[in-house]
C-alpha cells in the first residue's frame, strides 16, 4: 500500500496534514508504513521490536474519530530507540540477560507524542548500553545503512536514523551523549537535532538495572528528534520540550557564523571535509558572513581530554571505568568545575557568533567490524587513527551542554555527509531554523 498523494517518503508534518484533510486515514497511514517495514527492513534490521496489532487497534479507534486538529501528530506513524519504555515492550539496552524486561509504562517523551496523536508501530535498534557508532547486539542483531549495506548507519541511534532515512518511517526519537543522535543523521543523509541538556526529560529511559526507579538523568546524555526535514524537528522539539523556548527569528544573512573543519584531536577525513568546504562556499556565496578562525575558541584538545574523561564516568555510572578506577565524588565535583568553566567560555564566544558550523563527525559512514569502534582504530585520510578520537566533533557541543542540528549538505562516493550547526545554550530553535536556512542555500 502506498501513500496516496504524498511523496515516497513523507514527512511528519505531511502525514498529518494529509489525515487531517481526509486524504489519508491513520490506519491507511499505519498500514502503509507497516507495509514498508515489512518490504525493506529484512535488509536493513532497523525496526527490532514490533508492536503492529497495537498500532492498527488505535489507528482504528483514531480513524473513527474526528480529524485530530489539536493534535499535530494526529495519526501520524513512528518508532523509537528501543532504550526507551513503552509500555507492553521490552528494553534491553541489547542485553540477552534484559531481553525478557518488559517496561511496564510509557517514558515521558512516548507520552508527550501519544499525546499529540502519533501511532508508535516498534522500537529500533541500538548497541549494548548504548555506546557505539555501530548499531549490533546479541539480541537484535545488526542494522545496516540504508545507502551501503556494508556499513554502519551509525549508533547509539542507528536504528531509528535508519528507519528514517529508508522512508520506514516519518520521524523518530534518539538520545545522544556521544553523537548518537547526530552521527546516525550524519551517516545516514537525514537531520538530528542533540537538544540542550535537560531540556527534553528521559524519564523512562532507563538501563534495565535502574529499570523503574526513576534514576538521575545522566550527565551529557540528551534526548533529541530524528526527521527528513527541518520543519519536522521543530515540531517533535516542541512537543517534548519541558520549559519554553523563544527564537530570535535572525536572519542567517544577519548573523555572525564560525566555521571549524579541523580538531587537534582528530584529522577530518576527506570525504568529509569536501563536501563540508563546498558547502561553506555556498553559505558565503549567498551573502552570510562565515570566520574561519577566533580567539575565542576554547583550547580544543583540553576540552576533548575533560569530555572524554567525564563521558567515561558518566557511562560507568559508579562502575570502573576503561581505567579500572571508579571515580570519587572529589573527582566528579572536580569535572563539573571544569565543565562550568568550559561552558562560559562559549557562553564568551557566542557573546560574538551566532552559530559554529562543524563536521558531525571525521569521517562518513564506517564499514561494518566486529567489536566497538571505539575500542579499534579508524582510517582516515589512509592512516589509522584511534577510535576514541573520532568523538571530538560529538563532544564540542556535548561537554558544555550546547543545542546542536545536523543537516545533509552533500556526499562522497554515494555515502551522506551531514554538518552540524551549535549555538549557545537554549538556542535550540535558533540552531534548527539556521540549519533550515542553510539547507534552502545548500539544496533550495
Not at 489507528?59 to 495519526?75: I, V
Not at 558547502?279 to 576533548?304: W, Y
Request: charged residues 20%; negative net charge.
Amino acid at each position: 500500500m502506498s501513500y496516496p498523494k504524498l511523496t515516497k517518503k513523507p514527512g511528519a508534518i505531511e502525514t498529518a496534514a494529509a489525515i487531517r484533510k481526509g486524504e489519508l486515514s491513520p490506519l491507511e497511514a499505519v498500514e502503509a508504513v507497516i507495509a514498508r517495514i515489512e518490504r525493506l527492513d529484512a535488509h536493513i534490521n532497523a525496526v527490532v521490536v514490533t508492536d503492529f496489532d497495537r498500532a492498527r487497534d488505535r489507528a482504528r479507534q483514531m480513524t473513527d474519530q474526528q480529524r485530530g486538529e489539536d493534535q499535530p501528530l494526529f495519526g501520524v506513524p513512528m518508532t523509537i530507540k528501543e532504550s526507551f519504555d513503552i509500555e507492553g515492550l521490552p528494553t534491553c539496552w541489547g542485553h540477552e540477560e534484559y531481553a525478557d524486561n518488559i517496561a511496564q509504562r510509557d517514558a515521558k517523551v512516548v507520552r508527550q507524542l501519544k499525546a499529540a496523536g502519533a501511532i508508535f508501530l516498534g522500537k529500533t535498534n541500538i548497541p549494548p548500553d548504548l555506546a557505539d557508532w555501530q548499531s549490533n547486539n546479541p539480541v537484535y542483531g545488526r542494522t545496516n545503512n540504508p545507502h551501503d549495506h556494508e556499513r554502519s548507519p551509525g549508533g547509539s541511534s542507528g536504528g531509528s536514523a535508519a528507519a528514517v532515512a529508508s522512508g520506514m518511517v516519518p520521524c523518530e526519537y534518539g538520545t545522544d551523549i556521544g553523537g548518537s543522535v547526530r552521527v546516525p543523521a550524519h551517516f545516514c543523509g537525514i537531520w538530528g537535532h542533540k537538544s540542550s541538556w535537560g531540556l527534553v526529560s528521559k524519564q523512562g529511559h532507563d538501563h534495565p538495572l535502574m529499570a523503574g526507579r526513576d534514576a538521575h538523568d545522566g550527565a551529557l546524555s540528551i534526548a533529541g528528534p530524528l526527521a527528513r526535514n527541518a520543519a519536522d524537528l521543530r515540531l517533535l522539539l516542541g512537543l517534548t520540550q519541558t520549559i519554553p523556548l523563544t527564537a530570535t527569528d535572525k536572519p542567517l544573512k544577519h548573523c555572525r557564523l564560525l566555521a571549524l573543519v579541523d580538531h587537534p584531536s582528530c584529522p577530518t577525513d576527506d570525504a568529509v571535509r569536501a563536501p563540508i568546504e563546498a558547502a561553506l562556499a555556498e553559505i558565503e556565496k549567498a551573502g552570510v558572513r562565515v570566520d574561519r578562525t577566533s580567539d575565542l575558541v576554547p583550547d580544543l584538545e583540553a576540552q576533548q581530554a575533560d569530555y572524554m574523561r567525564m563521558l567515561n564516568v558518566a557511562m560507568a555510572r559508579g562502575m570502573p571505568g576503561p581505567n579500572g578506577k571508579r571515580a570519587s565524588a572529589t573527582d566528579w565535583f572536580d569535572m563539573l568545575d571544569t565543565q562550568a568553566r568550559n561552558e562560559n567560555a562559549w557562553a564568551e564566544l557566542f557573546e560574538t557568533y551566532d552559530f559554529m558550523l562543524t563536521p558531525p563527525a571525521p569521517v562518513l559512514a564506517v564499514p561494518h567490524r566486529e567489536g566497538r569502534i571505539f575500542d579499534g582504530t579508524v582510517t582516515i585520510n589512509g592512516g589509522e587513527q584511534p577510535g576514541g578520537s573520532t568523538l571530538c566533533w560529538a563532544g564540542l557541543a556535548t561537554f558544555p551542554n550546547l543545542p546542536a542540528t545536523v543537516l545533509p549538505v552533500g556526499e562522497t562516493g554515494g555515502l551522506p555527509c551531514g554538518m552540524q550547526v551549535i549555538s549557545r545554550r537554549w538556542a535550540d530553535l535558533d540552531c534548527i531554523a539556521a540549519a533550515e536556512a542553510i539547507g534552502q542555500i545548500l539544496h533550495g
